[in-house]
Each structure stands twice: as structure tokens, then as C-alpha cells.
């Protein structure tokens, strides 16, 4: 396993509804086996289904690896929906990157 592992969501229209470029990075990003896996959706202004079932589904990939995974969520756009569907009981959510990090092998 390798240290931890950032992703930061940077669509120019601040939304995660597009699986494919968003799933395929964090599928690469697992196939590392990081000991963390961090993705920062501050900038995400949407946050649909789609973008829910993609967290999902990293969240499981991360776990099968070993890997811990981490959003870093700050605004209610992102962070309701989260804890609507109860995403917030299966992997943690933290309102910053530095807290995301804290206890990250390799830092």
C-alpha cells in the first residue's frame, strides 16, 4: 500500500453528475491501493444520484482493497444529500482536506 491519495473534483461546472471522468479517476486512484483515499468535492455545487452512486461504489472498491476512503464535503449541496442517504455512517466526512489527512500513513 502507498501513502494517501488525493482527489480533488474540479469540473468547470461544479457538478459530480458526469460518472464517467469522476468514477474512472477514482477507479485508477484505487487501483493504487492507497492507504486513504480522499476526495474533496468542495467545489461541487450539484450533487446528483449519480454522483451519490459513484461514492458508493468507491467507498465499497476502497474497502475490498484495504483502503480507507474520505470525502472532504463543506456545503449543503454536497453534504445534505450525503447524510440523507446515510453515506455519512458508511465512510467518514470531513469539512477540510487537513482533517481528511489526520492519521494518513506517509504524512
Known sequence: MVGPHVVRHRDRRG?????????????????????V?????????FLSSAGLAVLVRTHRNSSAVGALFRVVANNPAT?????????????????????????????
Do not use: C, H, N
Open 15 to 35: 457538478r459530480t453528475d458526469q460518472r464517467a471522468s469522476t468514477g474512472a479517476i477514482l477507479d485508477q486512484a484505487v487501483d493504487e491501493r492507497p492507504a
Open 37 to 45: 483515499l480522499v476526495l474533496d468535492i468542495t467545489a461541487v455545487t
Open 79 to 107: 453534504l445534505r444529500p450525503i447524510q440523507l442517504m446515510g453515506l455519512d455512517r458508511e465512510f467518514e466526512v470531513f469539512a477540510d482536506g487537513e482533517g481528511a489527512l489526520v492519521g494518513a500513513a506517509g504524512l
